[in-house]
Structure formats: structure tokens, C-alpha cells
């Protein structure tokens, strides 16, 4: 009788692994509660690792995985030798600093913000988007104002290093951004907290001297960042137009639905934006996009267009940076 009920649970899995069109071998299959690797945190870069700790905190005292990311991602915003993240990051060709960030709960309550400026947490200002306002985006001069009412300090000026390299770029204005340096333009981070609760946040100042009002795909729920906290989350870096075009981190999560473990999830995202690119005719070299991915199990996963993306990983076995692997290598 025994062996009856395995044939059967084998051959369901294996129904489902073929209808899914997932070898069944590679097929993502749910784990008992006491396996689950949790708490857990992952962030996009090497400043991820100071991101980890911040959260690590949080999630190591049974905190709530959306705290802990809000803590996180605030690292790397609040310092000012970052050029891709808070005040400290690379203007725009006007010389404006302006930021991008959203977060998501477990309950999929979300908030964000764009193009706003002066503001050195773009994240807490998002969180309070999506618990004080009936809305779930702001954005330029009216996110200012709402962050004003809720006290937050302004801050003016912009860093003189960022603002000397803008100088310097002027000279030319020719946009095009180094691959791995000026568009590695975002902190993504998701966590899963010891109750097995997911959240997410992401946050940036956006492609170095990019138009004045270009948004990416950092602020909006399903392309920089998704949270389903009956599946997984996942959250993007890189080149945000070609993030958005594929709704990359929704799509990361829906992958993950029909069973893919989170690295073959974000490799299947990143071939949708490198078919596409070829489809129009672009040139794969100019771009970078990775993706991460964590699900439910506390598997997680990442995977790039070019060699380059690294990502931080911090649980119960300590904090460490990994290399993504690649499209082109």
C-alpha cells in the first residue's frame, strides 16, 4: 500500500511537471515547514551585504520581513558615497537627483514613489504612501509635498563628486551608460520573515544623466519588484525600460507559480528581454538586466544578461555575496 501511494504522488508530480513543461527534475517541490530555510534575505549588489545586516537584525528577532526591508534598503540610501542609490546618486542631464522606490507587503498592499527629490529615504516614503494614503503612487512635486506633511526633513544640494562627474559629462552629453557601473541602478531587496511572511522594497536614483522625469522600472509593482506570499518575490536591476517591456519581476513570480526553481525563473525572464532585444534589432553589449528571486521554500535564485551581477544572501548560515550566472558569458 505504501508503494501504491508513492507511485501515485510520483506520477501527479510528474503530471504536473510535464504539463508545466518542467523537466522533473527541475521542478520546484514544496518542502515540510521545518525545512524551510527562514528567516531569510537577499538583495541585489555588494552593498546588499550592509543592506543584509540592517535587516538581518530585524529578521533574526522575529521582526516583520517588511521592516526589515524598509531597514535594509535605507543602508545604502542614507550613504552619500552611493552613485546609483539615494541623494549621493548621479543626476540627471538638468542636474536633478531625483529617486525612485516602492515597497510590498505580504498582503500585497503596496506603495511608491518617483522622480522625487530631496528626500534621503525615498522608501520610507513609499511605505508611507501605502499605509497613509488611499493611493498606491506619487510622484515628482506632489511626492514631495506628501513627504513634507509627514515630516520628513528636505534636504538641498546635491554631492559635490556626482555633481563634478555631471560637469564632466556635459562636455559631451553623450548618454550611454556603462554597463555594470552607471545603469546597476537599484537596491532590490526581498526577505522572508521567521512566520514565513514575504515583503519586498526596491529603491534608486536612476540611470545617470537619464532625461529629466524618466521614471524606470524601480518604483512600479510587477517590473522592479512583486511579492506573492503564496509563491515568492522577486525584484529586478539593470536597465529598467527593458524590465518594464516584460513586467520582469511579475513574470519572475509567475514562473515560479508553474514550478520553476527562482534561478531557472529568473534565467526564462532574462531570455524574454534578450529575445526581444533581438527582435528589435538592439544591441544585447549596451544593456545589463539581472533578476532575483526567493520563494516559499527560502530557495533563491538570480541570473543576468551580461557577467558582472552579483547578489547578497544572508540566513541562519551567515551573509554572503554570489555570482549570478549569465546569458552572455
Known amino acids: 500500500m505504501a508503494n501504491r501511494r508513492n507511485f501515485i504522488k510520483t506520477s501527479a508530480f510528474a503530471a504536473v511537471a510535464a504539463v508545466t513543461n518542467i523537466p522533473e527534475s527541475k521542478a520546484s517541490s514544496p518542502k515540510s515547514k521545518s525545512s524551510v530555510v527562514k528567516p531569510i534575505v537577499v538583495s541585489t549588489w555588494k552593498f546588499g551585504i550592509k543592506a543584509n545586516e540592517a535587516a538581518w537584525e530585524i529578521l533574526k528577532n522575529k521582526g516583520k520581513a517588511l521592516d526589515a526591508v524598509e531597514a535594509g534598503v535605507m543602508v545604502p540610501e542614507n550613504s552619500l558615497l552611493e552613485r546609483s542609490v539615494g541623494l549621493g546618486g548621479r543626476p540627471d542631464r538638468d542636474g536633478h537627483v531625483t529617486l525612485d522606490a516602492c515597497i510590498m507587503d505580504e498582503l500585497s498592499n503596496i506603495g511608491a514613489v518617483a522622480c522625487l527629490e530631496y528626500i534621503k ?150 531570455e524574454r528581454v534578450v529575445k526581444l532585444m533581438k527582435i528589435r534589432n538592439k544591441d544585447l553589449k549596451d544593456i545589463q538586466v539581472g533578476f532575483i528571486a526567493l520563494n516559499k521554500n527560502g530557495e533563491h535564485g538570480a541570473y543576468c544578461v551580461q557577467t558582472g551581477f552579483n547578489y547578497a544572501v544572508h540566513d541562519n548560515e551567515g551573509n554572503r555575496l554570489l555570482d549570478a550566472n549569465s546569458h552572455v558569458k
Open 121 to 270: 529615504h525615498p522608501i520610507s516614503v513609499a511605505r508611507a504612501v501605502m499605509e497613509k494614503t488611499p493611493h498606491v503612487m506619487l510622484v515628482g512635486e506632489g511626492a514631495l509635498q506628501f513627504a513634507l506633511s509627514q515630516g520628513f526633513p528636505k534636504e538641498t544640494g546635491v554631492v559635490e563628486e556626482s555633481q563634478n562627474e555631471w560637469k564632466e559629462w556635459l562636455k559631451t552629453s553623450n548618454y550611454k551608460p556603462v554597463v555594470n557601473i552607471e545603469n546597476h541602478d537599484t537596491i532590490g531587496m526581498i526577505a522572508m520573515d521567521a512566520r514565513g511572511n514575504l515583503s519586498g522594497a526596491c529603491t534608486t536614483s536612476g540611470m545617470a544623466y537619464k532625461m529629466h522625469g524618466r521614471v524606470g522600472d524601480s518604483p512600479i509593482i510587477g517590473a522592479g519588484l512583486y511579492v506573492d506570499n503564496e509563491i515568492g518575490a522577486s525584484t529586478a536591476t539593470g536597465h529598467g525600460e527593458e524590465v518594464i517591456r516584460i513586467a520582469g519581476s511579475h513574470l519572475v513570480v509567475e514562473l515560479m507559480r508553474q514550478g520553476r526553481t527562482p534561478e531557472m525563473a529568473c534565467k526564462e525572464a532574462v
